[in-house]
C-alpha cells in the first residue's frame, strides 16, 4: 500500500511526507476548511479543530462523523439511525483519501462508527468494499464493540410506522440527514467521508449511494471533493460525487457542478413524486459550492475557526 507518512511539524511551518522513498517540506497553506451535510454542526466543528491542529484530511474527516454517528438523535447515521422495515439497522459509509485510496462498508449491523470501519478497510484489507456480515465480522477483528443500534425511540417510531406501513421517503431533512464530509488540510490535501442508515424503512438488503464510491462520495485531490445526499436510487444513477468532480476538472466552479449535476436528475422530480437530492462540493482552492433539488437543504462550513450553518440554493 502506498501510504505517504507524515513527520513532526516545524514550528507551524509545514511538515515533511515520506511517500515511495522521497521525503518532500509541505508548506502549510492554512487553508483548512470541513464541509459537511445538514445541520452537523458538532461534528464539523470536531473536523474543522482537528485540521486546524494539524491531522490529515482524512483523519478530521473520519473522527468528524463519528460524532454524528454516535448521537442517537440524528435518526439517518449510526446509533439511533431508522431501522429497515424489519426493524433491523443497517448502515452503509465511504472513505476516500488524497491519494485515491478508498474503503467502503455496506449494510453492517451492530457496529456504531462504520466510517471508521470503512477507513479500516482501505489501510488493512486488500479490498475496497465489504458488505454486511463480512464487514460486521472484520469489525470485531479489529477490536470493534457490538452494540445495539435501534434506541427506544427508534424502535417506537418504526412500531408506529408498522401501523400503515407507508414507504414514503420524504423529501427532505425529516428523513435525509446523512453526513458527508469534505476536509482540506493544511497541507492542501482533500479527503472524505459519508456515513448513513439509509433510508428509514427501506427493505431488507437497501443499499443506498453513500457507501458508494463516485455516488454518495468522490475525491480527486488535483481537482477537489463532492459528497451527496438525498434518494440514493437517484443519485447512483448519474453517479452524482463523480459526475460533480469531473464537472469542476472541467473548469466548473464548486457551484456551477453542483447545480449541473442536480439539474441532471431534477427533471425525474415529478410533481406527485418529490424527492431531495443534494450536492456538496470543495475544489483545491478552498472554494466550496452547494445545491440541491427541494429547497431545505443546509450545510457545515468550518473555515477560519468559525463553524456556520449554509443555506443552499435549489432548484425549485
Ligand atoms: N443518500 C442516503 C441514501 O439514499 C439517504 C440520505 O441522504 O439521508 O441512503
Not at 427506544?152 to 412500531?159: A, H, L, P, Q, R
Not at 427493505?203 to 468522490?218: E, K, T
Not at 456551477?256 to 442536480?262: L, Q
Request: net charge neutral; charged share 25%.
Amino acid at each position: 500500500m502506498n501510504r505517504r507518512i507524515f513527520v513532526f511539524d516545524i514550528f507551524g511551518l509545514g511538515v515533511f511526507s515520506i511517500f515511495k522513498n522521497k521525503i518532500k517540506f509541505i508548506k502549510n497553506t492554512e487553508m483548512a476548511r470541513s464541509v459537511s451535510t445538514w445541520k452537523t454542526s458538532d461534528a464539523n466543528l470536531k473536523a474543522g479543530q482537528l485540521l486546524d491542529k494539524g491531522s490529515n484530511s482524512l483523519d478530521a474527516a473520519v473522527e468528524g462523523v463519528a460524532i454524528e454517528e454516535l448521537n442517537p438523535k440524528n435518526t439517518t447515521v449510526g446509533l439511533g439511525g431508522a431501522p429497515d422495515r424489519t426493524g433491523i439497522v443497517t448502515l452503509d459509509a465511504c472513505v476516500m483519501n488524497h491519494l485515491g485510496d478508498c474503503g467502503s462498508v455496506v449494510a453492517v449491523e451492530n457496529i456504531v462508527h462504520v466510517a471508521r470501519l470503512a477507513k479500516d478497510v482501505m489501510e488493512k484489507t486488500p479490498h475496497v468494499m465489504l458488505a454486511g456480515e463480512g464487514a460486521e465480522e472484520f469489525a470485531y477483528t479489529q477490536g470493534y464493540k457490538s452494540r445495539d443500534l435501534l434506541t427506544k425511540e427508534s424502535k417506537k417510531e418504526w412500531k408506529d410506522w408498522l401501523k400503515n406501513q407507508e414507504y414514503k421517503p420524504i423529501i427532505n431533512i425529516e428523513n435525509h440527514d446523512t453526513i458527508g464530509m469534505l476536509c482540506l488540510d493544511k497541507y492542501n490535501n482533500i479527503s472524505g467521508a459519508c456515513t448513513s442508515s439509509g433510508l428509514a424503512y427501506k427493505m431488507r438488503g437497501r443499499v443506498g449511494d453513500s457507501p458508494i464510491i463516485g455516488s454518495g462520495l468522490f475525491i480527486d485531490n488535483k481537482v477537489g471533493g463532492a459528497v451527496a445526499t438525498g434518494l440514493g436510487e437517484e443519485i447512483v444513477k448519474t453517479v452524482g460525487s463523480h459526475l460533480v468532480v469531473e464537472l469542476m476538472r472541467q473548469g466548473k466552479s464548486p457551484q456551477e457542478a453542483c447545480e449541473i449535476a442536480v439539474k441532471r436528475i431534477a427533471d425525474n422530480n415529478k410533481q406527485d413524486n418529490r424527492f431531495q437530492v443534494a450536492y456538496l462540493a470543495i475544489n483545491k482552492s478552498g472554494e466550496v459550492g452547494s445545491y440541491s433539488i427541494e429547497p431545505g437543504f443546509s450545510y457545515m462550513d468550518y473555515f477560519n475557526r468559525e463553524n456556520k450553518e449554509i443555506i443552499s440554493a435549489s432548484a425549485y
